[in-house]
């Protein structure tokens, strides 16, 4: 489904990734984990076209280095970054709904998403009107989510979206996780995290990034809860 293929950033002339390769195939979730600066997050967005990377980076077959950032997301990806990027002057449905708005998506097809965003996350329906500017850290994790699955069709990424929360967020966080697991089993999903043990009951595959470079890649077991 997804497929990089010796992907490699520098910054500022400093290496970040250096022939980075894996495949994510359909409907599966990859906890994508190493420690802070490992280049988690630069994977995330070369994804994404937000750095410029060296390699190839297939979707379903297709290269997609040339198509332009702002058209990635078209292609059927989501993106949750760690810094969930509110616009804090808007509701929570009109933060979530952005990114429809953005790919001209139909009023049918932009209804159908949100309602689906809405039943893997219901307390985001309660806050919907509220300010984004209004809702605790944890809640805009929650908002970020529920944006990212607005266009992520095929591909969801997560980055870090454990870190800083509440252990009773984290744990609802978890629950949304399966719950769309459970309900679209062709969704494929690349979650970075620090500790692999937060993804334990959801992702097939632990992928252990170090200084750039993969590290190891080690089958899970999943665990129902």
Request: no cysteine; net charge neutral; glycine share 8%.
């Amino acid at each position: 489904m997804l497929e990089l293929k010796d992907l490699s950033v520098s910054i500022a002339r400093i290496p970040i990734l250096r022939n980075v390769s894996f495949e994510v195939q359909e409907g599966e979730t990859i906890a994508f984990v190493g420690r802070n600066g490992a280049g988690k997050t630069t994977t995330l967005r070369a994804i994404m076209g937000l750095v410029t990377a060296q390699g190839s980076i297939l979707l379903n077959g297709q290269a997609v280095d040339h198509v332009q950032a702002h058209e990635r997301p078209a292609l059927g990806i989501g993106y949750a970054p760690e810094d969930r990027r509110l616009f804090s002057a808007f509701t929570v449905e009109e933060n979530i709904l952005l990114p429809a708005r953005v790919a001209q998506l139909t009023q049918d097809e932009t209804n159908r998403r949100l309602e689906r965003v809405y039943g893997i996350l219901p307390e985001l329906k309660e806050m919907a009107k509220r300010p984004a500017g209004s809702v605790s850290g944890g809640q805009g994790k929650m908002v970020a989510l529920g944006r990212g699955l607005m266009l992520g069709t095929h591909l969801l990424l997560l980055d870090e979206p454990f870190q800083g929360l509440a252990p009773v967020l984290a744990n609802r966080y978890a629950e949304a996780l399966r719950a769309l697991r459970d309900t679209d089993r062709s969704l494929s999903v690349i979650i970075t995290e620090s500790n692999p043990g937060l993804l334990k009951n959801f992702a097939s595959r632990v992928i252990t990034i170090e200084r750039g470079e993969i590290e190891s890649v080690e089958d899970v077991s999943k665990v129902e809860a």
